[in-house]
């Protein structure tokens, strides 16, 4: 793994362990995915299915900006619903930590549609880190500080 690889998986690793720490079941969602998160981070599966994705598209891959413009839209799509869904249910730090771990799968799936105007920001070197990995480290630890706050109380 390389630097920005290692920043997500310990973000999002810390973020699942305040998830499950806070010892509230209405944590585990946001732990399930903060966990996910952290394993994507290490593995990185949504490039082997960009690359697969590439394969199968062939030809059409040149032309391919209706095609992202539609999963864009899909991807927003799902993301109001995921907020309106955890807007509705939990209360305060249960419901910034679902707000947190839905907005880091609204990042990887923004990431594996590949707009190049996107991926150009978020793959600009920022030190020894990518900007997405930094974007990871926020969310991460915006979900572990959820957490905690959670646990204090």
């Not at 949504?46 to 209706?66: I, N, S």
């Not at 869904?85 to 990431?111: D, N, W």
Request: hydrophobic share 60%.
């Amino acid at each position: 793994m390389d630097a920005t690889q290692w920043t997500g998986f310990m973000a999002f690793g810390t973020a699942t362990i305040a998830c499950l720490g806070a010892r509230q079941r209405d944590f585990l969602p946001a732990a399930a995915l903060n966990g996910l998160c952290a394993t994507e981070c290490a593995l990185g599966f949504r490039h082997k299915v960009h690359d697969a994705a590439v394969a199968l598209m062939g030809e059409v891959y040149h032309v391919r900006t209706p095609y992202q413009v539609a999963l864009t839209g899909l991807v927003l799509l799902a993301a109001t619903l995921f907020l309106v869904q955890a807007l509705r249910a939990g209360r305060g730090a249960t419901r910034l930590a679902a707000v947190i771990a839905g907005g880091a799968l609204m990042l990887f799936a923004v990431e594996a549609v590949s707009l190049h105007a996107i991926d150009s920001l978020l793959y600009h070197p920022v030190g020894p880190v990518l900007a997405i990995g930094w974007a990871w480290l926020l969310l991460g630890a915006g979900g572990a500080f959820a957490a905690v706050a959670a646990r204090r109380r």
